[in-house]
């Protein structure tokens, strides 16, 4: 599946006219569609503070955001408002909606206040059976046993309104919740089907969206647990995959030996033809320059930001062209 996105230097080939009949579609306010094999050269990812017509405004091929300003059902977004961005005066762009599969947020649709009343981070008594802890460093969003038909349900109840909303894809965040259920994992579970369940979980919501929900070009794009990419059905399922903190944790330098298993992982999705996005959190512009050099000459993605993702960032020297 090949993503349609615009390269600016393409951009008027595109309408195959002559010179008159183009300016007149020009001043007209056409914008020429992008060729079907253009590459995704930048993106943007930001989940708070959003502002859909500076997003818009941007000449970003891709953007990863939230389904909703601040997250609640009530005001997400609507299939005009995604239209719109989709189709900005900045340029088309691809628009994915964040949806955490491994973890439930407590400022989320579904959740429910007693589910842990003291906001202690435990369950309380009554909660449903696939709740686990809160996340020590992202308080309010709870573990969950995410093989749970529940929870599935919750998810691809979530899908659904991503669906109707007419983004072009979601982007899957905690895919890694295999390793903390798994074995030598840090919930103590060592449950030994997790990395599998996984993979069937995301092929679940895939089928969802492309033959339930009649998306066959829905684009799935998971977040991190690049290792799942050694699995041919998963590889052949998703569209292609973000990862964090490759080179960087912050502004500080990744040492090899967590940087080379990660990029051997993530050259299998480059070799067989899936977008790599990469997003470091680092903000001296000699690092962030250092992180566009590096993940340019991979192939992959690159997008430097600030890691509570509520700023549209461009970096001097690094703009979306």
């Known amino acids: 599946m090949t993503l349609a996105l615009r390269a600016r230097s393409r951009r008027l080939a595109s309408c195959l006219v002559a010179a008159p009949a183009l300016l007149a579609l020009l001043a007209a ?6 060729p079907a094999d253009d590459p995704l050269d930048d993106f943007a990812y930001q989940l708070q503070n959003l502002d859909l017509a500076a997003l818009g405004a941007t000449r970003f091929d891709l953007a990863v955001i939230d389904y909703s300003p601040d997250g609640s059902d009530e005001r997400r977004f609507t299939a005009a408002q995604i239209a719109a961005l989709a189709n900005s005066p900045g340029g088309r762009k691809t628009v994915l909606a964040y949806l955490s599969i491994g973890e439930a947020e407590d400022y989320r649709w579904y959740w429910q206040s007693a589910w842990d009343a003291d906001r202690d981070g ?34 691809l109840a979530y899908l659904d309104r991503i669906i109707a909303a007419g983004f072009g ?64 059905d998963y590889l052949g399922t ?15 330098p990744n040492p090899p030996s967590g940087i080379d298993p990660v990029l051997a992982d993530l050259d299998v999705f480059r070799a067989a033809g899936k977008p790599v996005l990469v997003i470091d959190y680092v903000r001296q512009p000699d690092l962030i320059d250092d992180f566009y050099s590096r993940a340019q000459a991979r192939g992959y993605v690159p997008y430097a930001t600030v890691r509570d993702l509520d700023s549209l960032v461009i970096n001097p020297g690094h703009e979306p062209d």
């Open 29 to 34: 306010g056409c914008r020429p569609r992008p």
């Open 122 to 155: 435990e369950p309380d008594p009554g909660a449903p059976d696939w709740l686990g802890r809160s996340n020590p460093d992202w308080l309010g969003n709870y573990k969950v046993r995410y093989w749970y038909p529940a929870w599935q349900a919750v998810v």
């Open 169 to 232: 894809g979601a982007y899957l965040d905690i895919i890694d919740a295999y390793e903390y259920w798994g074995p030598g994992g840090e919930s103590g579970l060592n449950r030994p089907t997790t990395e599998a369940e996984m993979i069937d979980f995301v092929r679940t919501l895939a089928d969802h969206a492309r033959v339930t929900r009649s998306r066959p070009d829905f684009l799935i794009f998971p977040q991190n647990g690049e290792r799942l990419g050694r699995n041919a």
């Open 238 to 252: 998703i569209s292609g995959i973000g990862r964090e903190d490759v080179w960087y944790n912050d502004n500080a």
